[in-house]
């Protein structure tokens, strides 16, 4: 009976191990490679199966997160709450857990100031850097003829506008663009034209989630300038394409939206009449598979976007 405890308790103080260290296995188990700009790109690759279709996910760093960070995992309330606000690690998990069909390779952009807007202030041909980055990342993979999709959240929106600035017509194999509360860098001049002629190709898709954050105050002031936010900047590209696209305006109970009759494009922006700060929030609540899945038949499948964590099992301790 004694031998028996004992090999209980040892079953499960190994189980329990494995559980703690499930995330720091994985985070170890990332591909990374070094730029000498000072980016490390880390690559989460699942199994790779030749015969399907191949979508690479490039997903540039909020402000302020590691990689680890942005990968998530569970938490106490002992740990640093950056583990808990974006969850990319477990919304991939769901992602090709919904999509079986799809090899989904994501992409963590990371650079030395931990700031996209900072990292490109620092370099002079920080555009040119940034399309490199992507096109080693599609070198690497070029015989799985893969589509890349260009994403960030907050400053990373930063990397996709600088990868726009250092093309004049961008390569057939970006598939989608996906800003997750990241247009504050949308300039009509140099970015416009460019767009415009990129989604009059076949199977391209633009997506947009932003939230009211004009309307908060932090520590007194105003959180962003009038024309400075994330509102204001993707309702002035939506309604810069608008015309072209046919993108049909819908005011909804907690949000306004702007999308097309297939919604690869597709603009959803959160009223926030409370005024809260929703930055990180619009990730948390099924950002990520949104954008990677909306316009598609998974669109809502198994999830909805503002709503509860689809992915909570697939979350790493």
């Not at 640093?80 to 606000?85: K, R």
């Not at 919904?98 to 100031?113: L, P, S």
């Not at 600088?162 to 140099?190: C, D």
Request: hydrophobic share 35%; proline share 3%.
């Amino acid at each position: 009976m004694m031998r028996l405890l004992v090999l209980a308790f040892y079953l499960f103080a190994s189980l329990g191990l494995q559980a703690q260290t499930a995330f720091q296995q994985k985070i170890h188990s990332l591909v990374q490679i070094q730029m000498d700009s000072g980016v490390t790109l880390s690559i989460d690759e699942p199994i790779i199966y030749p015969q399907k279709p191949t979508e690479i996910v490039i997903y540039a760093l909020p402000n302020g997160n590691t990689t680890a960070q942005t990968f998530g995992k569970k938490v106490d309330d002992t740990e640093d709450w950056h583990y808990n606000i974006q969850h990319i690690g477990a919304q991939s998990a769901f992602v090709r857990q919904t999509d079986q069909g799809t090899n989904y390779i994501i992409v963590y952009a990371e650079n030395k100031y931990k700031s996209w807007p900072s990292w490109r202030r620092q370099y002079q041909h920080s555009d040119r850097l940034i399309r490199n980055m992507v096109d080693k990342i599609y070198e690497k993979y070029q015989a799985l003829k893969p589509q890349i999709t260009l994403s960030g959240h907050s400053g990373g929106g930063s990397f996709v506008f600088g990868y726009i600035n250092a093309y004049e017509i961008l390569p057939n194999y970006i598939e989608r663009i996906v800003f997750l509360e990241a247009t504050y860098g949308y300039e009509p001049q140099k970015h416009l034209a460019k767009l415009k002629s990129w989604l009059q190709q076949k199977n391209k898709f633009l997506q947009v989630i932003a939230y009211n954050d004009s309307v908060v105050v932090y520590n007194g002031k105003p959180l962003v300038s009038a024309t400075g936010g994330t509102l204001y900047r993707s309702k002035l590209m939506a309604r810069d394409l608008q015309t072209t696209f046919e993108l049909k305006y819908k005011d909804e109970n907690d949000r306004e939206v702007w999308k097309n009759k297939s919604e690869n494009i597709a603009f959803l922006l959160i009223k926030n009449p409370e005024a809260k700060i929703l930055h990180t929030i619009l990730v948390e609540k099924n950002g990520f598979i949104h954008l990677v899945f909306n316009g598609t038949k998974f669109s809502g499948k198994h999830y909805q976007f503002w709503a509860n964590r689809a992915y909570d099992n697939n979350l790493l301790k």
